[in-house]
């Protein structure tokens, strides 16, 4: 059968119907149509056939769809002329060719490409001619377009791209159901009616009804194509002005057309949509659209209308089947459910990922941490594994650290220094190149400026304030004697690091025998102090309490011939409270050299690793016209950025309270033992905490590394001896206030530990300072609690990138040492084992010895009253009511409940803190006039007892 050339009507008795039933030869302005000839001369030839594209029947498919809107003009002499009894004027509208043809230019080769096996499907030759009369019917089928849609979508959406090659795939191997599948999703939208009203010549399909496949469908690209208007704005113009035309052309169908796809336009984002059905098109250049496409006749369908050149027909398409996007509706419904489930169990799977994947520590933490044990009886050991709840994991940050360079290429030489120093310093320090701070602020210092210098830690700050002084004092003509007084005062927050810059000088001043170094720190009888100041001191090195009480009450204490003033680590002085008392000092020097006959002009200098608002204050004030001097030369001025030396590890681990003491004895034991590093150096919060551990933790662990202990309330003696024996020795272990955690330059330290978390960034910075210094390699390690972890992100934020390191590395050393229980108790085996026989260890000797046990709880004591004064800012994170306290007694080796240790402990219901308990309220800090934040009394005592000046009367505490 002949499904091309309906066999009732042969062509020439159409025509003659169609003769006689003509009215006269109406007055038409009939638009004319041919392939070559645009319909409407507003639209360029380009529109037509040529730009057509080969579709699965090898027949050129057009890129643009054609959707021509067309208008039946009633003539005046036939008013009631209609498309089916009359002709008419068809006035055409190529609403979409340009626009469509648009986005094809756009599509790239891949577009190309990816079709060529569709289309070579069917060979051009198998597809034969026929000539069709005018009046057949065509049924079309609706594949293509959406192929040609999604692949425009496709340079979109990465998603689509994805479902685009999805379908392709499909469409490769058309041949199979699959491709039919693809189909179905324009299944309803078959049995579209295209009628036409001319003699064409067409492909001839397979033989059957039904079959034959392609056309390019106008409907949907129209649809797209307004849907991609929004997202290029040329295109949108241009849509708007074509719009505006057809507006101007179309009669109310049309009208009602632009509407519909103005709504599509709504809908199309949730897929293809029901709006367009119904919808009905007329077209008179149905060549065009039949050489857009395959298409199917139905010789049941023999309307037809227009003139019998067949130019000016039209054809009708009928959007009926469009109600098949319903069913793409619900499969884009079930498509957006697959994707909900998918999503969600995408996010359960990386939730898993993240718990277990490539971290199984974490997933190993969160696991130790479930189970939760009410703590145990006094006398009985609880169970060290059952913790509070873990905290979620913190997800690896993007830190992107801040580089400093540490080194430059100029030598000491190269600055201008007097050869007597550059020897000494290449002979008694190894040195030859200048760092990079000492490189910008040599030049600057030794040509008389003032300078607020900031650097990070270890990068010989020192040498950058010493050698211009040196350099500056030994060029004094006549040569500076005893009797000159003081020319150089140093100001530094600590005994230790004064000490350490005292030694410096000294071995700065070797070639300069006629200058000379002294230093008053208090600690020491004030006496031999002032013996040694009348004697004569050229550069005096002090605390500032001390050097104030002399400056204030000894006589042989003048500061009038002052040249240079420095205040090193500035912001640890005003963090302190010595804002005063470096104050006081300022004005006495000037006093005494405003009372004083040729006096030069003083420098003053001020550094620091870290610089706060307060310092920039204090440097207002105390600077005249400073040179900035900041060795990071990209360092953000909007953000309080951190830099650390770059050779250094940092990492953090979090530990339960419980497993505090275990950890640390576990960690020291693997560092010192296992891993054969040289020095830690483990900071604690309190003077108490320091003698307390370390009282216990070497007797309990027998080890054969030596610890060492240093706070501000042991004798000078005992520091000094403490600073200079850990200093030289090769191997130990320092138990530390922060009373080191300034400026200390303690050689060849491998670790840093903080065993409790610094109070603020800036302090942590320092604290792991004292390693990696001058470009050496060094490791730091921060315990924090569970309830501590967003300590992390307040440092990431500072830039300071940490990594995240699991408890069970360093409690797995526990099995590979000889660990017995003291009483013989067993306790099973594994890390747990291992773990509690240590910890049962540690409480053990607690039980064995009363006064460790008062020196525990003195400790706890201490620490709980430490806890409570974090600064506000960091209370979220460092928050005293989140606290277990009895886990936390257990870090203690403790048995006792808090309430039975010395009355520290939660007030119950309804009681007030204080109320047989030691603890207070948490005071409000204040900001002071420097804008820094001071210390609530009892505070500003817990700090200033680190770095007493041991004078009795301290004035600083008023
Ligand atoms: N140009 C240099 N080349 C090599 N080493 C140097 C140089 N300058 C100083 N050093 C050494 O670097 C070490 C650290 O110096 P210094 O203590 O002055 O650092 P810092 O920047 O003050 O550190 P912090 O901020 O911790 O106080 C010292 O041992 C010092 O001798």
Known sequence: MNLFVPESKPIKEIKKKLKKSAPPTPKLTVVKSSPKTPVSPKFPAKSTKKSFTPNSAGKEVTSKPFLISAKFNKTEENPKSSPQNDNGTFSVSFVKPKLFQKNLKSTNNELKDSLKPYKREIPQKSVPKEQVDEGTKFTVDFVKPKLFQTNQNSKKDPKTVDKWSEMMKKVDGRSDVETQNFDDEYEEAKGKTFITNRRETLHKFPK??????????????????????????????????????????????????????????EDFSEGFSTEGRGQKFNQNRGSALFEAGAWKANKAGNKWFGDDSGRSGAIQVDFSGIEGKSGENKKSVSTNQRKQEDNGRKSKLKRKFDEEGNDGDKKRRREDFGSKEPTKVVGQMSSLFSYDVAPEPLNDADVEPLEERLFSRKTFEDAGVHPHLVGNLEQLFSIKNMTVVQKKALPELMAGKDGLIRSQTGSGKTLAYAIPIMHSLQAITPKLNRKDGVKALIVLPTRELALQTYECFTKLMRAFTWIVPGIVIGGEKRKSEKVRLRKGITVLIGTPGRLLDHAQHSENLSLHGIDWLIIDEADKLLEMGYEKDVSQLMSIIDEQRGKSENVGRKQTVLLSATLTSAVEKLANLALKNPVHVDACSNIPETVDVMVIPQGLEQKYVVVPAKMRLVALASFIIEVTELRKSNKIMVFMATQDMVDFYMDLIPSVLSSTVKFFKLHGNMSQGDRTEVFNSFR????????????????????KVDWIVQYTAPTTPAEYVHRVGRTARVGTKGSSLLFLLPSELHFVTMLNSSRLKLDEVNIDVYLRCLMKIHLESRDGQRWGGGIEGAATVLQHNFESAILEDKTLHDIACKAYKSWVRFYATYPKDLRVVFDFKSLHLGHNAKSFALRDPPRAIGGIGKPKKGEKWGKGSDMRPIRKRKNDNLGHVTESSRTKKLILSEFDSGLKSTKKMK
């Open 208 to 265: 059957k009804e039904g079959s034959g496949v392609e056309v390019d469908f106008g409907k949907p690209k129209l649809i797209k194509a307004k849907q991609d208007s929004r997202k290029s704005a040329d295109t949108a113009k241009k849509w708007d002005k074509i719009t505006k035309k057809v507006d101007g052309k179309l009669d109310d169908q049309i009208q009602n057309l632009n509407d519909e796809v103005v709504n599509l336009d």
């Open 728 to 747: 030289k020795s090769e191997k130990g272990v320092l138990l530390s206030t922060d009373v080191a955690a300034r400026g200390l330059d303690l050689p």
